[in-house]
């Protein structure tokens, strides 16, 4: 099993850009969520799902979309890049509930210019 | 405000040098505090879930525990392959989104 997965793993864009960060999972987990990494600054929770159809935002919303059309898939959109917005993005699953652990995949390093 | 703080940032071990890592937490609602592995380049590796005051959780030179106020990772006998970044993160009562993690503590441990 591959667990979760992210793709691209590295990105460049500009300021301005916009482009849709993949996670896919086929751990058949109803709960997914999109954090990033900053330095000296514990993961933050920018929009999260509990089931197919069902998104909310996080913490640090601002500046993305997301969408749960299937189980698997929860990708991640960034609607204009900023500077602000580089960082070291992680998508996590959990079989739900706020007392489960959660299952990260590896990242997207993510610089905008 | 919750808040989750881990100490040292950063901790340097000789080989077989046992030491403890802190996470210490000021939350409400309490559901679990969860320690994560992360590798460079990685994403986050549960390790260990605890629930309530007095747990204990052991696996392999790591021995995780809880009080009402901070978790302790003990490191017993380290190798080098422990070496990595060990994360903290409280669940919090209120639904799967009330999570909160820690900067972290950066553990090297020299052959």
């Known amino acids: 099993n591959a667990g979760v997965t992210q793709t691209p793993k590295f990105q460049v864009l500009k300021t301005g850009q916009s482009m849709t960060l993949q996670c896919a999972q086929d751990?058949?987990?109803?709960?997914m969520s999109w954090y990033r990494q900053d330095p000296g600054m514990g993961l933050r929770l920018i929009h999260y799902?509990?089931?197919?159809?069902?998104?909310d935002q996080g913490e640090v919303p601002n500046g993305y979309n997301v969408s749960r059309s299937t189980t698997e898939d929860f990708p991640l959109r960034l609607l204009s890049a900023a500077p602000s917005q580089t960082s070291v993005y992680f998508c996590?699953?959990?079989?739900?509930?706020?007392?489960?652990?959660?299952?990260f995949g590896d990242g997207t390093r993510l610089s905008i210019l | 405000e919750d808040q989750v703080t881990q100490s040292p940032e950063a901790l340097r071990l000789q080989e077989g040098e046992s030491s403890s890592l802190n996470c210490s937490y000021t939350?409400?609602?309490?559901?679990?505090l969860f320690w994560y592995r992360q590798d460079p380049g990685k994403g986050p590796e549960f390790l260990f879930t605890?629930?309530?005051a007095g747990e204990e959780k052991e696996k392999e030179r790591l021995k995780a525990t809880l009080t009402k106020k901070e978790s302790f990772l003990h490191i017993t006998a380290p190798k080098p392959e422990d070496s990595a970044t060990y994360l903290c993160?409280?669940?919090?009562?209120?639904?799967?989104?009330?999570?909160?993690f820690g900067t972290g503590t950066k553990l090297q441990v020299i052959p």
């Open positions: 996590a699953t959990s079989t739900g509930g706020s007392n489960q652990p959660q299952h």
């Open positions: 751990m058949n987990h109803e709960y």
């Open positions: 799902s509990v089931g197919a159809g069902i998104t």
């Open positions: 939350v409400s609602g309490l559901r679990g």
């Open positions: 605890l629930y309530s």
């Open positions: 993160a409280v669940h919090l009562s209120g639904g799967y989104q009330k999570v909160t």
